[in-house]
């Protein structure tokens, strides 16, 4: 029994946040299908097929999380975060002299093209940030994957939400590394 979730209202919708359960996975795999060309290419974490939901979703190292529309039963929302550093990140983060430490993890978030801009993406990830402390005693959030340069709304969002800068690399295009630290 699931007691992580939690109900919002945005404009006349009300969505509930939870962890995701595999009977989501088709929805899910709607909700991944449907992302503009655009958001596809900012948001990649892992291929956009059942097998990669259902694996991640059954590994304790992983937490998928999801906004779901209650009217429409649609996802509006999802989020997936690595428990840890990911291995191809250590060399970067190492080379701004990080460490990891237990509380660390890395985020992946996104939004529905249609509910992008609207403050959604912020009440999310506040859920996010809570469940993630309760749950797991979560203290600093790395980017997964960084953030594209060009990435606009993005940043404008890390960046609103106390994401800092800390370092920039190359890959297919200049892209920002970020990190939130939790203030218990
Ligand atoms: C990035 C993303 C998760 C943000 O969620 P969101 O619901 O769109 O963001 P919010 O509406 O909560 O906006 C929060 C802040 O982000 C910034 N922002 C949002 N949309 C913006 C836009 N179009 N232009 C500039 N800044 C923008 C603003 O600072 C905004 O604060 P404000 O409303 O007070 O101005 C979402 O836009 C998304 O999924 N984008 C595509 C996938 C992606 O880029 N994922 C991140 C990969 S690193």
């Known amino acids: 029994m699931n007691t992580f979730n939690r109900v919002i209202s945005l404009g006349e919708h009300t969505f509930l946040f939870r962890p995701f359960q595999p009977h989501d996975a088709d929805n899910l795999l709607g909700y991944l ?11 990649g974490p892992h291929p956009y097929n059942t097998d990669s939901l259902l694996d991640l979703s059954h590994s304790d190292d992983y937490q998928l999380l999801l906004a779901i529309d209650i009217n429409t039963t649609y996802i509006a929302a999802y989020t997936v ?3 840890g550093w990911l291995d191809f990140e250590k060399k970067r983060y190492q080379s701004y002299k990080k460490t990891e430490k237990p509380g ?3 985020l992946a978030p996104s939004v529905a093209d249609y509910w992008q801009s609207k403050g959604l ?8 940030l809570d469940f993630l402390k309760a749950k797991h005693h979560i203290k600093r959030i790395f980017l997964w ?7 606009v709304k993005a940043i404008g969002f890390y960046k609103k ?11 297919n295009g200049r892209n920002i590394d970020m990190i939130l630290t939790i203030s218990s």
Do not use: A, P, W
């Not at 299908?33 to 948001?43: A, G, P, T, V, W």
């Not at 993406?121 to 996010?128: A, D, E, P």
């Open 33 to 43: 299908n449907n992302l503009s060309q655009e958001s596809r290419e900012r948001f």
């Open 161 to 171: 939400n106390n994401f800092k800068d800390i370092g920039q690399f190359e890959h």
């Open 121 to 128: 993406g912020s009440r999310f990830l506040s859920y996010t």
């Open 145 to 151: 994957g960084g953030v594209q340069i060009d990435n």
């Open 104 to 106: 660390d993890c890395t």
């Open 81 to 83: 975060v690595k428990l």
